[in-house]
């Protein structure tokens, strides 16, 4: 039949179908390409916007030398050691709302490029794929914590338990839960990934973000109230 159809000018069906595995892989490698292009601009343009605010300038006399280093030394342990959930979908803690509360956006900004890179040579992580989790885990993750934390600071009330509560973990389960879901949209699961449990364990991840953040800001702000016992709560707000 292969015969008769290359006589009469017809397409030779074995010729096709390296040609069509062949557009295929372009097209998935063109899709990555933009994907990492666009990772990468995220993560441009933050660090041009941090540098330009100079973060490095509060360092000078500021008690947060010991926190800013902790991040430094402890997160990248934390980035390299990610867990391959059902599909091959890799899910791991951030920080990025921790360092946010801590440091400030542009100082924790600057600091995640370094504990990216360095998680990804600990934990042997290709660089397109520590790219993505710099850009989405980290840099996504603090700019929407960010932006959520000012809007509670605008419209609740500053008190200690509303800033434990809602910048603690609120504000860090929904960062988090809007990084994921930017992430998805722009990298899409590989085909036979189980919906039901790929949310389930972002859930799970969310919830160890957001539980690990409002403890240890609620452990900050108790040894605050401690040392300062007679000073209002704006000073630790």
Known sequence: VEVDAARHGGV?????APRLTLVMSAATLLGSIDAMGLSLAVVLVALAVALALRPWRQL??????????????????????QRVMPGGVAV??????????????????????????????????????????????????????LAIGLATRRWLPQHPFVFI???????????MMGAGTIAAFVHPEPEGTEHANLQQNHRQKNSVEAINTVILVAIKINKKKKKQTTSSHERYL
Do not use: E, K, Y
């Open 165 to 175: 509560l809602g910048r603690g973990f609120i504000v860090t389960a929904l960062a």
């Open 60 to 81: 000078r006399g500021a008690p947060i030398w010991h926190p800013w280093l902790a991040c430094l030394v402890l997160l990248p342990w934390v980035w390299a050691a």
């Open 12 to 16: 030779h069906v074995a010729s096709v």
């Open 92 to 145: 791991q803690l951030s920080g990025a709302c921790l360092m946010v509360l801590m440091l400030g956006w542009p100082l924790a900004v600057l600091s995640l490029l370094p504990i990216a890179a360095l998680g990804a040579w600990l934990g042997g992580i290709a660089w397109p794929l520590a790219l993505d989790h710099l850009a989405g885990n980290g840099i996504v993750a603090a700019t929407l914590a």
